[in-house]
């Protein structure tokens, strides 16, 4: 048999939401559907803090980043307990928005083999409307066939046949940071490749609708991509607004001096009594980009600020040794001395003249047209990097993107017309009856939910594990299976 684990979308679940009760985007597309198509399926809606900074709807106040961070380790709690109890056992992931990334988060775990569970327990992913895919990704990523899923260890890939999505991939990429902490002058292709699923390209879909920006941010729009780094950072309560006012200074202020060590340590330095700058790297825009995410405040990046600080330090130092060596040599301070016995200001006068073209002097003509250049540079990269942004205000499509975030159970991406709902259901109804066929990933009685009808959902009985505490001891239990999925996030 196979057990699906969800995830729901911002504003969906909650820490106390039940496990067993299918609302939210999931209940309504997947899981009440799935009861119905599969013959023995089980489900588990994990729950988890699903809020944006406590925005109207959320169960709780945290903040975006800290949420998702909160969905992960819930999840890692549900599957290792389940693997616990039924070894081998095999497991469906799925996940909806913010529930997208979580489950993309756990599902990258697991391919690299860090994961709850292991890489062959877990049979198909489906993530709708994921904010870590990566730019142009197709459907199946990593997979040898993008367009179709393969089949997981024990089950025949003929099973699977005839499945297959035509719709093209989204443009852009997906609006949140990965995990890691990215680092300076990553290409995107490594930023590509720290987003890979390991064992398990070729069993997860990411299923996004082309003008979602959640999946599909254009390309080089590294301003929006500041906004939802910090926004994705504060307490959003209108109650108060100080603390708002307090995240968002702590969270500029943070990626501000990220990107200033970044620029003393690497574009700065004072060598032979003069400054140096260099022109190349990512545009200071590129680095508050990066800089801006929460995953990039580590204790390495704290020992670059200090780093910064101290190489500063050094070099002012090393300025005004310098400038003394040039100033206060013998016959200057003669001078200084004769004028200002019959005149104290004009002595003065002569000393901050001499002084200035000592510091002029620090900026050989080089380095001045090395940073007129890095300052031509910054305003045309600057352009080029937010080109995305032009995309966003001449593309129809974005400007529905509310609409469309919620209509992954309505737009067609296969040749017979299924939506990206639709496909997953009977995805993981294949997989559910080629394992009861072959015997494969068996669990215990306390898995299995029975087929439910639509007509009298508040009297059906389905058995699910885990239970709705992740430490609970599997066995069968009662639930109302409500087919009234909450506002889509």
Known sequence: MLHVFGLQGTGESGDAAATDVDSGFLGSAITIPLSLAAAEVGRTLIPYAASFGGKPGDSTDLPYAQSIEDGVAAAGKFLSDYA????????????????????????????????PVPAAD??????????????????FPGSSTPEAPAAPPGVPASDLDGLAVIAAPADGGGIAPTLAAPTTGSSSSSASESRA???????????????????SLPANSSLAKIATNISGQLHLQEQDPQRTLTDLAGAVGGATLR???????????????????????DTVLGRLAENSAQASDTPEADAKIVRAVVKAGVMGLGAAVTVARKVLTPATITELATVGLANPPAALAVLGTKITAAVTQLFPPATISSVQRRIYSEITRGIEDNKGLLTLATDVRYWDTVRLHGTYDQVPVTADGQTPAKFTVE????????????????????????????????????????????SATPGVATSTAAATPAGQQ
């Open 122 to 139: 877990v049979a198909a992913v489906a993530l709708f409307s994921d904010p870590t895919r990566p730019v142009g990704a197709a459907t």
């Open 197 to 215: 699923f390991g064992q398990l390209s070729g069993r997860v879909a990411q299923f996004c609708t082309p003008g979602d920006l959640a999946c």
């Open 84 to 115: 616990d109890r039924c070894p081998g056992a095999k497991i469906a992931l799925t996940g909806y928005s913010q529930g997208a990334q979580v489950a993309s988060e756990v599902a990258r775990a697991i391919g690299s083999g860090t994961g």
């Open 427 to 470: 995805w993981f109804t294949r997989l559910a009856d080629a394992l009861a066929d072959t015997g494969g990933g068996a669990g215990t009685s306390g898995d299995v939910i029975t087929r439910a009808t639509t007509t009298t959902p508040a009297t059906e009985t389905a058995t699910t594990a885990p239970s709705s505490t992740p």
């Open 259 to 281: 990107t200033a060590a970044d620029v003393v340590n690497d574009d700065v330095d004072f060598t032979g009594g003069t400054f140096q700058v260099s022109t190349g790297g």
